[in-house]
């Protein structure tokens, strides 16, 4: 990569993190380089459908652009266009199959359209490349728990969350749902 790209780069992603705004003429510059930054912003509707439409230029010249690819699957999934996301983090994981980060939100995009087998699949994927990976475990207990009425599959998936981390606001929020499960019909008692 020529040391103009490299600064290209590096000026996009310091100016996306302070929310600033660029503006990126992706149809003119043939020499984009594949991991151009994509625009930041404040996350208002503008700036995320602006966001969305230079991404998906981007991905139009340059298939292979892991960084566009994966912003495009987060501004998806945070303008809950959940079909969508899942396609964009599909992209991401044909680039990059371990990406258990990717591969988690893909999960939630599933759980999102109804198909939590899809979501329990790459949870436990997530898993079994990381097994302490916790938002893979703790939305595998929460299809479980909320979709599938599998309190006993909860409870095991999330006493192992406990083990990494008994502290977070998020353990804190698992130690009460366990807690109800107690009370709910068909679920184990203590």
Known sequence: MSKENLLTVAVALIVGMLGGYIIFNVAGNKNLPSNAAVPQGTGSPTDYQRRIVEAEKIVAQDPKNLQAWSQLGNDYFDTDQPQKAVNAYGKVLELDPNNVNVMTDQGIMYRKIGWYDKAIANFEKAQAIDPKHLQSLYNLGVVYYMDLKQYDKAKAVWTKYLQFDSTSPTAQQIK???????????????
Not at 176 to 190: E, R
């Open 176 to 190: 009460n749902d366990m807690a109800n499960l107690t009370q709910m019909p068909g679920s184990f008692k203590k």
